[in-house]
């Protein structure tokens, strides 16, 4: 597999897994370009029988993440000081209801990242923890523990 | 709504990257130049390098004889220096005795010889006494020892120095010269000077009126011409030190069997083993310590980071 058939495949993978991960449209598309940078200088170091493209991709796609938490931090430790950040209006995907919208805003960006990857991206629980870099229980862990949040705002709702 | 309800809810959601996004990453792909992967990365190329100078390690350790082994094949092979003589014995002529008959020399000869068996040495033994016999000397002693397959003799003979060198040429036929060592010291210089104080006593004698004075004199002049008489006797004959051995035993050379070279490598292995867990296992548990530690910190400030 060359990196164009990889980009090309799974695109709309990495930018939904970082469109749910920042719940941020303009910060995810910024991510998924530099994410793909990145992935192209690291392309020789991809071994397919370690694991899938997307997965490696995803991996790579977390990576540039954190950094951009990790600066966005520091951003708004600054900035609050002088403003409060006003919030951005964003939605998560098409056809989601907005109580749905709603409750998966109010998750952390750590539980909206394992909702992405193991529901959006319908990835199983051992590609999901080694993303993740934890154990599939401790995935498995993780995502009933957001999808029970997910439900108990959605019943406040109604 | 039920968690069924949201789980199919949220499977439902398709998320599409943008246009300019898109295009983005095919400006990225289409720069892509498309190197194929290298087959020859560097964690492969250690997976072959290590057996290889294993392997390399291995076949030097199994194919070098140790020390001893060696040593022993040396010994075994490379015989005496002058085993070249034992090969042309024959041809080995004895050493020329260089001996003036008109003065007073000591003659010494040692003559090393190498006989078959020892069965050999008796009878050389018993002929070295008959030569030195038949020309008018005689044997001073003789010592011979036999060990199993192994004898030896030491000889030493006495020969009047007008035959010496006839004696050493019959001598040396009875066995390979291994060594041979003539030594020749003059002694004619000292006997004139004997004489001289000699002749200088008798005339003082002869000019002597004293009785305790002459009968000094006298005596010292008997005690010169004693050792001047002892001394042309001791050169009358010349010295041979014979000595006849059969080749030393071979020595015993250890066989050992065709996984001794194994049992060495695995011998070293351990030893390197062994070293390795000393030092490296504390330094292994530090590192893998600061390992957890490192990745504990890591995974905490990214559940901080992840958790607003």
């Known amino acids: 597999m060359t990196f164009a058939q990889a980009a090309e495949a799974h695109l709309d993978d990495v930018y939904g897994y970082l469109a749910w991960f920042t719940s941020d449209r303009f ?31 995803c991996q ?22 002088a403003a409060p950040l006003e919030a951005v209006d964003f939605r998560f995907a098409e056809g989601l209801s907005p109580d749905l919208e709603a409750a998966l805003a109010r998750l952390t960006a750590g539980e909206r990242e394992v909702v992405a990857l193991r529901v959006l991206l319908d990835l199983d629980a051992t590609g999901a923890s080694r993303i993740l870099g ?5 995935c ?3 995502l009933n523990r957001a999808l029970k949040k997910l439900e108990e705002a959605l019943n406040v709702a109604a | 709504m039920s968690p069924r309800d949201v789980l199919a809810e949220l499977r439902e959601a398709q998320v599409a990257a943008p246009a300019d996004v898109r295009e ?13 992967a290298r087959r020859f990365t560097w964690k492969r190329s250690l997976v072959v390098a290590l057996p290889v100078a294993a392997a390399i390690a291995g076949a030097f350790v199994l194919t070098r004889p140790s020390h001893h082994v060696k040593d022993q094949l040396q010994l075994a092979k490379a015989p005496p220096v002058l085993s070249t003589q034992i090969q042309h014995g024959s041809a080995a002529a004895p050493a020329f005795v260089p001996s003036a008959r008109s003065r007073v020399q000591i003659v010494g000869t040692t003559l090393s010889l190498r006989i078959p ?23 001073s002693s003789v010592h011979e020892q036999t060990h199993g397959k192994t004898a030896s003799a030491d000889l030493t003979l006495k020969v009047p120095r007008a035959h010496v060198q006839q004696a050493v040429s019959r001598l040396s036929q009875l066995g390979t010269i291994t060594a041979e060592q003539v030594s020749v010291t003059d002694k004619q210089a000292g006997l004139n000077a004997t004489d001289r104080e000699i002749a200088r006593l008798q005339k003082q004698l002869a000019a002597t009126t004293g009785t305790k004075q002459r009968a000094a004199l006298t005596s010292h002049i008997q005690s010169l011409q004693r050792s001047e008489a002892q001394l042309r006797r001791a050169a009358h004959y010349a010295t041979i030190h014979l000595t006849l051995a059969t080749p030393p035993a071979p020595a015993k050379t250890r066989h050992h069997g065709p996984l001794h070279g194994v049992g060495v490598a695995l011998r070293w292995l351990g030893i390197g083993a062994v070293y390795a867990l000393a030092i490296g296992l504390p330094v292994a548990i530090v590192l893998a310590l600061c390992w957890f530690a490192i990745r504990l910190i890591r995974r905490r400030r990214e559940e901080a980071l992840l958790g607003r």
């Open chain 1, 27 to 57: 910060a995810a598309e910024e991510l998924t370009g530099v994410t793909f940078e990145r992935a192209l200088r690291l392309w020789h170091r991809f071994d397919p029988e370690r694991g899938s493209a997307r997965t490696w991709l």
């Open chain 1, 60 to 81: 790579v796609a977390r990576t540039v993440a954190l950094d951009h938490f990790r600066s966005e931090r520091r951003r708004t430790r600054r900035e609050q000081l």
């Open chain 1, 134 to 138: 934890i154990s599939p229980t401790n």
């Open chain 1, 140 to 142: 498995t862990t993780r």
């Open chain 2, 24 to 36: 983005r990453v095919r400006l990225l792909a289409a720069a892509d130049p498309t190197t194929p």
């Open chain 2, 117 to 139: 068996n020892a069965q050999g040495v008796s009878d050389a033994v018993k002929r070295a006494v008959q030569i030195t016999t038949s020309l008018s000397g005689y044997a």
